[in-house]
């Protein structure tokens, strides 16, 4: 339904104001309490509101929005309860929901807009939003706005529409007068819209600029530019879901189109199953598993019904985690992907623009063969020297998301990563900084790509021509502008990031005095340590897991009593690099337990998340929000630094030879 040309408070409708104080909110919630923007400042407001938060994993088992509604910010838990009991959002009458800074950051996830619009929620008011969410939002046809709007709306005025726009790309504007993605795409097909064209002047353009300008719809022959703020419609090189997704992309297509829906270039694109495999392994998992198969038929009737390319698990087995499986068999250097999962934007490891969208977009998209997107401003990272050898790229980005993504110098831009210190970086560490823009509330990152990025991805596939690979691969250029600037770091100057529980930009390097401990955070001992997940499962991160077990088994020790040190691998190509190399022996000395291929603990439904309030983990996945992995404290640190604690009890940073040269009690 479009929204009307004005928008006002419906009498009787209620705001709920998302604040820093959790008993105001019960209040509001209980009825008891009604609050006015006046009464507050944005700093009294709710900061980070994640996706996990608005509906954890366990709600999105269910694929229809009015279900997943029910259960509305469950994931906010204060003193271990939740402050939104079942139904709760839905039975106080709220049209109108307030944050502070950065809403919807994490997950891609598109319940966490569903969950509120089906509680009836018409507009949601945030001092900055993050990219996915809020594109979500448009293509749901909820409305946006800002602190001051509210208090005019509060204060009885009707606002009208084009303010709502007001900022936006014509594209967007085109989807917020229809009333959401879906009625414009169905407006277009019939005819009654049309998308507006965009004339960009010749201009040096960034890596990301030039991937969508290359993918220009019905561009001609005509040289192409696009700049940032330029509404366009580009072409998809490919994209998956998987089992947490599909169900919902094949209900919408059903939903809009019929049960004869199709879909254009179905070769393009797959499904994956990986996100729940190990679901029935978590004892506070196991009463979802019938919502959870349910989740796996209809992912199966989408294949069946589409033909797109399948990478279910067979024998229980998933073949990876989609990310990882993608950049070794799907994606190619200046490829443009979209995928229904916020870290799509690892393929731009791989010199690729990728990011993550809802279900909405990405059924619309595979629906129509083509996106539409607003050409997201750039910031670029020139990285110069050599990582220290206790240093990972995880540090990298734990550094990057303390001294740019906290002070929000990257939110909704292309992180794009250049310089010679890329070039001492392997193929599996570049993912690494890919894959962690989506922490950054990026668009998406994208590493420029060299004679390695070529010879790489050529090795993991039969008949790829590294003459084509290189061909389509994209630099910036010399002249390119940044919106966010142009940063160069010394990787020589960095040392051992951990990242305290709640956010993955509350890093601590470690002391550069000593190098071994990361001393600022005290002695925190730990209960399970988690080396995995699409962000460190890769070939090279299971390298540095095993460079530190193999010197702690050299040196007669074993995993520290009272810690259960957790190993899984990112797919079935690193699981076997691991045991032609003789890994698996190794780990076995140890006592490590190892995991087969496969998302797990990261989203909280596999071996190695917490059971209890009390434990303390530190992990290697990219993300640690609370009640991420299980209720308990998770800390984030690289590969290296989650070994080295599993042995000495207690977060260590690692140091070559701490074990053989006994440099650190254990």
Not at 22 to 40: C, F, H, K, N
Not at 167 to 188: H, M, N, V, Y
């Amino acid at each position: 339904m479009k929204p009307p040309a004005h928008i006002a408070l419906t009498p009787g409708k209620r705001v709920l104001f998302l604040t820093k104080d959790p008993e105001l909110i019960r209040q509001q919630l209980a009825g008891t309490l009604d609050l006015r923007m006046s009464d507050l400042t944005v700093d009294d407001l709710l900061d980070d509101i994640n996706t996990d938060a608005m509906t954890p994993a366990w709600v999105c088992f269910r694929h229809r929005p009015e279900d997943i509604a029910r259960d509305a910010y469950a994931g906010l838990i204060v003193d271990g309860k939740r402050l939104f009991e079942t139904d709760a959002l839905k039975n106080g009458n709220f049209e109108v929901i307030v944050s502070g800074l950065r809403k919807g950051v994490g997950s891609s996830r598109e319940t966490a807009v569903q969950c509120e619009k089906w509680s009836g929620i018409k507009i949601a008011v945030a001092a900055s939003f993050a990219p996915i969410h809020a594109q979500n939002n448009v293509n749901q046809g909820v409305l946006m706005g800002d602190h001051a709007m509210l208090e005019r709306l509060q204060n009885g005025e009707s606002i009208a529409l084009d303010e709502f726009c007001a900022g936006r790309d014509p594209i967007t504007q085109c989807i917020i007068r229809e009333g959401g993605l879906f009625p414009l795409a169905k407006s277009l097909a019939a005819g009654k819209a049309e998308l507006p064209k965009v004339h960009t002047d010749e201009r040096p353009m960034t890596m990301g600029e030039k991937i969508l300008a290359r993918n220009l719809l019905d561009a001609g022959d005509d040289a192409r530019y696009v700049k940032p703020g330029d509404a366009v419609a580009v072409k998809v090189d490919g994209g998956y879901s998987h089992e947490f997704t599909t169900a919902q992309v094949h209900y919408f297509l059903q939903q809009e189109y019929g049960d004869n829906y199709t879909v254009k270039n179905p070769d393009k694109f797959a499904v994956f199953e990986d996100h729940l495999i190990y679901a029935d392994e978590v004892e506070r998992m196991k009463k979802f598993l019938p919502e959870i198969e349910t989740l796996r038929k209809l992912q199966r009737e989408f294949q069946q019904h589409t033909g797109v390319m399948d990478f279910s698990a067979k024998d229980g087995i998933s073949p990876g985690i989609c990310h990882e499986v993608a950049r070794e068999v799907l994606i190619d250097p200046g490829d443009f992907i979209q995928a229904t999962d916020s870290h799509t934007c690892m393929g731009g490891g791989s010199n690729s623009l990728s990011w993550g969208v809802g279900a909405t977009e990405y059924a619309n998209l595979i629906s129509a063969g083509f996106t539409m997107v607003e050409v997201p401003e750039s910031i670029r990272f020139e990285l110069t020297g050599t990582l220290p050898a206790n240093c990972t790229a995880k540090d990298i980005m734990l550094y990057i998301l303390l001294h740019f993504a906290k002070p929000q110098a990257t939110l909704k831009r292309v992180m794009e990563f250049t310089g010679p210190g890329v070039k001492g970086l392997s193929m599996d560490e570049r993912a690494t900084l890919a894959n962690m823009a989506t922490e950054c509330s990026a668009r998406g990152g994208i590493v420029e790509a060299d004679e390695e990025t070529y010879r790489w991805i050529a090795a993991q596939r039969d008949g790829v021509s590294i003459d084509e690979l290189r061909k389509n691969a994209v630099s910036p250029d010399p002249d390119a502008h940044y919106d966010g600037g142009v940063h160069t770091i010394d990787l020589a100057t960095l040392t051992p990031m951990v990242a305290d529980p709640g956010d993955p930009d509350r890093g601590i390097p470690s002391d550069p005095t000593n190098g071994a401990l990361v001393s600022e955070i005290g002695e925190v001992k730990i209960d399970i340590a988690y080396g995995g997940s699409c962000t460190a499962g890769k070939v090279d991160d299971l390298e540095f897991y095993h460079r530190v077990v193999s010197e702690a088994v050299d040196a007669g020790l074993r995993v520290a009593d009272g810690v259960n040190f957790f190993i899984q691998f990112g797919s079935k190509s690193v699981e076997e690099h691991c045991r032609e190399r003789g890994y698996l022996e190794t780990f076995g000395k140890a006592g490590v337990t190892i995991i087969p291929p496969g998302c797990g603990a990261c989203i909280g439904c596999g071996p190695g998340v917490s059971e209890n309030a009390e434990q303390v983990t530190v992990s290697a996945i990219n993300r640690n929000y609370k009640g991420r992995s299980g209720p308990g404290r998770l800390y984030l640190a690289s590969p290296l630094t989650v070994a080295a604690s599993a042995f000495t009890g207690h977060i260590t940073a690692f140091t070559p030879g701490m074990f053989a040269n006994r440099t650190i009690e254990v």
